[in-house]
Every structure is written in structure tokens, then in C-alpha cells.
């Protein structure tokens, strides 16, 4: 099988941000949300995507015309309803947001076909990336639980950073790796706060419920990460903050890309250590060359905590 990874993101956003560069002022309209910035990191890293999608509205009909333009390839299930969209100013440097609609949850008929979609080139690729919806009553988190249990129990491998009820979800299908933050956690009461023993606790507690390898993000603190009967601390190098946002996304995608290439779990946390501490030193979410990640990617350092 070749290398490769299916991306599902079943609302895709289109985004409209206002910057400025000195007395400039710029306007970005761009395809996005979870499942695109990630399909357009692993894209960036070598790896061909596929990514499985529903388009709806005018919105949509933008979306899918950029989606088509960037180095994935798109199977997109048309819809009557429209997609989601949001609108930032970030002029001051802040991200401001103006307006947003998150789009229209999905009807029987076009879930159906997604799934099929979805399914077949899941069967297609080694790795699948599940990415969630921008708003909880879009997607029904049964639906994510089908599809890691029906893609692992038919060989492959899943990936998956989601929370609350879609986390649960694929942890008790037996997802392959989970990526999560400390803050997602502790919202959804599986650790008591954000001191490392409750968040070890808690990854391991992921494990036993059915997930093969945790990664947990901590903000500017080294992550954790949960493989086989180990826990190990995952430092990345240190680089100033452009845009927080989509460093974890960045994440999961480093780590899929290299699950796809058949490299081993340390070497998939290293690059997604890496791609995620690139990220931030970008506006766009879910850029970066190849070339840098694989120069973090020797900077990153796994230490041994303990044994199980």
C-alpha cells in the first residue's frame, strides 16, 4: 500500500482574515478548519492526502474552488446547506473575530454518502486522520466511532485530535494514536487539573480505555506522551510565538505523515513535536517547508519519565 493518508473533515470553514504589514492592508481568503490545516501540513511533509469533505452554499462553492487549487486530493459530497465560514481581523496583531457561522449540521442522505466516501479511501490509505466539526451538533460522534472501528478492525491505522464526546468516541473503538491537550482534559473532567501527575493519569487512563499511543499537548510545557508501557517527556525547541493557533493540528499531522511513510512512534512524535513548534512562528495555520520540520524534528528530545 502506498504511502498516503485520508483526512476526514466533514464541515469545512471558509476563513476571511484582514492583516495589515505596515500601511498595508491585506485581505486572506483561504479554505480551513481542523481537517484542512492538518491534510495541508501532511502535504507539506511529502505525503500525499486525501481529504473527504461536504461543500454547501456559496461558501462552500469557494471553499471547494480553493481546495481543488492546493496539493491534496479533494472527494467533496455537495450539499444544499451551507458550509461554515468566519471572518478575524487581526490588524493589531490580535485575532479578532468579526462574524462566524459554523455551518448547518449534516442531513441523513449526505452523511451517508460521506461516510462511503470517507470509508473507501480510508480502506485505500494506511492512515486516516479523524478531525472534528467546528460545532458539536454538526457531526454525531457515533460517527467517528464507526469509522476508527471499521478502519482498524480492516487494517489501518487512525489518527485522531479530538475532545469531549468525539474523543470518547474513537478511545473506545481503539483508535491508533490520540492526540489531546492538557485544557481539553481537564474540560472534559478526565484530569483534575494541569499538574503532570494528573495529566499522566489521565493519558494512561486513554491507554487502558482502548487507545494505542497518547500525546498530550501542555501549552508552552513539554508534552506527554503515552507509548506502550512508557511515559516520555517531548521537548521541542524553543521559538517565538507568530500565531499559536494550529500548533497542535500541526501536531497530528506530523505525526500521521510519518505513520503513512511506515517510521516508528518515536520518530512520528519527533515530527509532530517539530511541525507543531514551526507552526507558531507562522500566520498561516498549517504551513511550513519540510525541510524546517526535519531540522526541528533532530532538535526535539524524548525522555523516559517512568514505566507503567
Known amino acids: 500500500m502506498d504511502a498516503r493518508v485520508m483526512v476526514f473533515a466533514p464541515v469545512p470553514l471558509l476563513t476571511v482574515t484582514l492583516e495589515q504589514q505596515a500601511d498595508v492592508v491585506e485581505l486572506h481568503v483561504h479554505p480551513g478548519g481542523q481537517g484542512v490545516w492538518q491534510a495541508r501540513m501532511i502535504a507539506a ?66 452523511l451517508d454518502e460521506l461516510y462511503s466516501v470517507t470509508l473507501t479511501e480510508g480502506l485505500r490509505a494506511p492512515v486516516s486522520v479523524l478531525s472534528g466539526p467546528q460545532d458539536p451538533a454538526l457531526v454525531d460522534p457515533e460517527v467517528y466511532g464507526r469509522l476508527a472501528a471499521d478502519l482498524t478492525a480492516n487494517g489501518g491505522a487512525v489518527v485522531a485530535d479530538l475532545s ?7 478511545v473506545d473503538a481503539g483508535v491508533t494514536f490520540l492526540k489531546v491537550s492538557h485544557e481539553e482534559l481537564i ?62 493540528d500541526s501536531m497530528s499531522a506530523g505525526v500521521a505523515a510519518v505513520l503513512a511513510r511506515g517510521g ?45
Do not use: M
Not at 65 to 73: G, I, S
Not at 95 to 101: F, K, N, P, V
Not at 279 to 298: D, F, I, K, P
Open 187 to 248: 474540560d472534559d473532567g478526565l484530569a483534575e487539573d494541569d499538574s503532570a501527575d494528573a495529566l499522566v493519569r489521565a493519558g494512561r487512563e486513554l491507554r487502558d480505555r482502548g487507545a494505542g499511543s497518547v500525546l498530550i499537548s501542555r501549552a508552552g510545557d513539554p508534552a506527554l506522551a503515552f507509548v506502550e508501557d512508557r511515559v516520555i517527556e517531548v521537548r521541542q525547541p524553543p521559538l517565538r510565538i507568530a500565531d499559536h493557533r494550529g500548533a497542535g
Open 164 to 170: 469531549g464526546p468525539y474523543l470518547a468516541a474513537v
Open 264 to 308: 516508528d512512534t518515536e520518530e512520528a512524535i519527533r515530527t509532530g513535536a517539530a511541525a507543531g513548534a514551526l507552526n507558531v512562528t507562522r500566520h498561516g495555520l498549517g504551513s511550513g517547508r519540510a525541510e524546517a520540520v526535519a531540522e526541528l524534528a533532530g532538535r526535539v528530545s524524548l525522555d523516559t519519565l517512568d514505566k507503567k
Open 45 to 110: 511533509l511529502g505525503v500525499p492526502v486525501t481529504l473527504c469533505v461536504t461543500v454547501g452554499g456559496e461558501a462552500g462553492e469557494v471553499v471547494e474552488r480553493q481546495l481543488v487549487e492546493q496539493d491534496v486530493t479533494v472527494r467533496a459530497i455537495r450539499r444544499e446547506s451551507s458550509s461554515g465560514w468566519y471572518v478575524h481581523d487581526r490588524r493589531d496583531g490580535n485575532r479578532t473575530e468579526l462574524a462566524q457561522h459554523p455551518g448547518t449540521p449534516l442531513l441523513r442522505h449526505d
